[in-house]
């Protein structure tokens, strides 16, 4: 309940506070600058009033439409789940992509009678989240207000701003291993 309040304070509310600002502010200067509170609106011209409501309406619908859409669904939904192998994952790759490190990872396999399994295609997996270039850490994700996303390092301090999150950019970096894999692991 904390991260919705969290988020509507930091997305909602900030972005109206802000649209109500802008009168009180020039409300404020009239009184400072004439002496009387509705001098500078009464002197604006009502075209300048038309043309800013054209304006900052729609933005202001749009905006807080778009993020009131898109972001919770982006921060704390339960992303795509991923079964977890009962012996865990080996990592056998890692792939630098869109300035981090993605690991490639298969299913630990256990000896049978027949010795151990060949991982193929079908097995690989990305981890998620993507890792620290300089220092190998996991990364945090938080989605920015006004473009994409933030990834940070909890240790080091590298920062990264990127379109799209971690799970979109796992399609491209999925692709990139499947090819990996093709050429290291396929018989030629």
Known sequence: MKAVGKWLLEHLFLPI?????????????????????????AAT????????????????????????????????????LRLQPPEGWETINNIKHAGVIWQVRVPIRTSTFRGKEVPTLNDLDI?????????????????????????KCVK???????RDDWFTEERSVILLAERWFEETHQPK
């Open 127 to 151: 981890e998620i989240p993507p890792r620290c270039p300089d220092c190998d850490t996991k990364l945090k994700q938080a989605k920015s207000f006004w473009w994409g996303h933030i990834w």
């Open 156 to 162: 080091c301090g590298f920062r990264k701003r990127n």
């Open 45 to 80: 011209p009502l075209v300048v009033w038309v043309i800013l409501a054209i304006i900052l309406i729609p933005w202001a619908v749009y905006a807080i439409h778009h993020r009131i859409k898109h972001i919770p669904g982006e921060n704390w939904s339960l992303k795509p």
């Open 17 to 41: 506070l802000l649209i109500i600002l802008t009168p009180t502010i020039m409300l404020i200067a009239s009184q400072v600058f004439t002496g009387d509170w509705a001098r500078l609106f």
